[in-house]
């Protein structure tokens, strides 16, 4: 007997999709994400250079960073700003 696959889910759920707390995510003392964290709330922000200073990661991966997990996945709201220097900056933007 075969029976169908989708049977069972309820309507309109989505068993692949993970929910998301837009809870902030504690990082771990001492962890690469933590110390992002801690550059982004400085009053001048931080670089894309400055954070791969302290990281290692190139650049795209620093962007995805920001993007993927700072913004979607933890809640954070960041905010981008151009420096007296002409250089791009981000920070965590105040509520």
């Given amino acids: 007997m075969k029976t ?4 069972n889910r309820r309507a309109g759920s989505n068993p692949k999709r993970k929910r998301v707390s837009k809870a902030r995510t504690k990082f771990r003392d001492g962890s690469k994400s933590a110390k992002i964290i801690e550059l982004l709330r400085r009053s001048g922000g931080a670089t894309i250079q400055e954070l791969g200073k302290v990281t290692g990661w190139q650049p795209h991966s620093i962007r995805g ?4 997990t ?3 996945k933890s809640g954070f709201s960041l905010s ?3 420096r007296k220097d002409g250089t791009r900056a981000y920070r965590l933007a105040r509520h």
């Fill in 80 to 82: 981008s700003f151009i």
């Fill in 4 to 7: 169908d696959r989708h049977e």
């Fill in 65 to 68: 960073f920001l993007s993927g």
């Fill in 70 to 72: 700072l913004r979607k």
